[in-house]
């Protein structure tokens, strides 16, 4: 049995957890803040391999009661035209399709879950640096604590200290050139169907919303932002000021999306978007990053939180397999590498369209109506969501 000091207590860390404990280790994880999930992200839409991976943990039924069917796509243009309307990452065996749920209720219900199985969660324990001891890991908090163990995972997202800690001259997040902001509107009777996510490419701004089954419109929008922009001024972008800006940029569509921007309360402050398209070092005999940390993805690929997912149960699949940690390690990133860099390179080409100035948006709209009536015969964002692990199967 090892110890395994988990930095990180999101999605990858607590299924890390949770998997580990399942095949007979201790994890324990370290989380810098009281509470998880605060701010960015408010929502997002779980793809069926993440939901399969979790089946074999019991933890695909928790994710489906607290989110909400999205079986299907409609994309249109900012002129109104509807250019498709597809399934959304195809579905499961049991049928299970796609799940869009509240980032803060997948946090807290999965801690929750993991503390109910037995699980120790430290709070505000920010990792500040680890060294290898030579058989076992020494952590160092920023209170002043620390803790030893078997090995050290870095869950800790996209800003990870793990990954500076096992390689100093790791590459720093890659921007890309769009700001998200989004929320939850109420009070508004649209006609469409329920879980049908919509998604606008328009003039100037990209715009989805979807209709949760009660009535209440959950949306965001992606405005192309050329210059990575300063913490202080995403801090300045947010009330009236914010939402005119954003209702300006609409008004020239014809979509509902001026309307939902109204009937929002609260429109969340806008952040950046990075990912990574290559973490070169993700290990070291007693130390990785998983998740986030190893290979932030646009959220145009969709599958952020399913390769941590996908991450988590592979990483507990070789621990539990491969007697020797380092080997277990590099037998890891044997299985993953591949293909979460392949992952990232779609979410890239899919954001691409979204990131275009006016004359760029002409040119695009007309490769998006054109590619959209002659669809390839095979999706280029299958490979992504038909992906499964085979939790039973014996690491090689
Ligand atoms: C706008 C937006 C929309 C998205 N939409 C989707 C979507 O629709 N579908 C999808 O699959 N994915 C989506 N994602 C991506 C998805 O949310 C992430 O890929 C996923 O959350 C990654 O999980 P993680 O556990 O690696 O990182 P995180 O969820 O970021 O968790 C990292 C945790 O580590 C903690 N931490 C950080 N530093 C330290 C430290 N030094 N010590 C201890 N703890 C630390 C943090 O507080 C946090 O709790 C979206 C992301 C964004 C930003």
Redesign the pocket.
């Known amino acids: 049995m090892a110890k395994a000091l988990i930095?990180?207590?999101?999605?990858?860390?607590t299924i890390t957890a949770i998997a580990l404990h399942e095949t007979g280790h201790e994890p324990v994880i370290?989380?810098?803040?009281d509470r998880?999930?605060e701010g960015?992200?408010a929502f997002?839409?779980?793809?069926v391999n993440?939901l399969d991976a979790l089946t074999p943990l019991g933890l695909k039924g928790l994710v489906k009661d607290l989110g909400f069917d999205t079986p299907r796509i409609k994309m249109h243009l900012g002129n109104g035209r509807e250019l498709a309307d597809f399934a959304l990452g195809g579905q499961l065996e049991d049928g299970t399709v796609s799940q869009t749920v509240l980032?803060s209720d997948l946090y807290v219900a999965l801690r929750d879950e993991a503390v109910r199985r037995g699980i120790e969660v430290r709070y505000g324990?920010?990792?500040a640096d680890a060294r290898d001891t030579g058989g076992g890991v020494l952590a160092t908090f920023a209170d002043g604590s620390s803790s030893d163990g078997d090995l050290l995972i870095g869950?800790?997202?996209?800003?990870?200290?793990v990954r500076e800690i096992i390689d100093p001259r790791a590459p720093s997040p890659r921007y890309v050139p769009l700001l998200?902001t989004g929320g939850l509107a109420e009070g508004l009777r649209l006609d469409d169907e329920p879980g049908v996510m919509h998604m606008t490419f328009g003039k100037r701004l990209f715009f989805s919303h979807v209709v949760h089954p009660d009535g209440g419109v959950w949306w965001?929008a992606n405005v192309p932002r050329k210059q990575d922009p300063a913490q202080a001024e995403l801090a300045a972008m947010t009330g009236d000021a914010w939402r005119e800006d954003l209702i300006r940029r609409l008004a020239v569509d014809r979509t509902p999306a001026v309307e939902i921007v109204r009937a929002t309360r609260e429109i969340y402050r806008p952040?950046a978007t990075y990912d990574f398209p290559s973490v070169p070092t993700w290990r070291t005999d007693r130390m990785v990053v998983?998740?986030?940390?190893a290979h932030?993805?646009s959220?145009a690929a969709?599958?952020?939180?399913?390769?941590?997912i996908e991450d988590a149960v592979t990483l507990a699949r070789c621990l539990r397999d491969v007697p020797s940690i380092p080997k277990a390690l590099a037998v890891y990133e044997g299985l993953r590498r591949e293909r979460v860099e392949a992952v990232v390179e779609r979410g890239k080409r899919n954001g691409d369209a979204k990131a275009v100035g006016p004359v760029g948006r002409v040119i695009r709209d007309f490769f998006i109506a054109r590619a959209f009536k002659n669809p390839p015969s095979e999706d280029p964002n299958a490979f992504m969501w038909r992906h499964r692990i085979d939790w039973e199967a014996p690491v090689g």
Do not use: C
């Not at 370290?30 to 803040?33: R, V």
């Not at 869950?155 to 200290?161: I, P, T, V």
């Not at 969709?302 to 941590?308: E, K």
């Open positions: 930095a990180g207590g999101g999605i990858a860390g370290h989380e810098a803040y998880t999930a960015v992200g997002l839409t779980l793809a993440g980032r324990k920010r990792l869950a800790d997202g996209l800003r990870s200290r998200n965001f952040w998983i998740g986030d940390a932030a993805t959220p969709g599958q952020g939180a399913a390769m941590a």
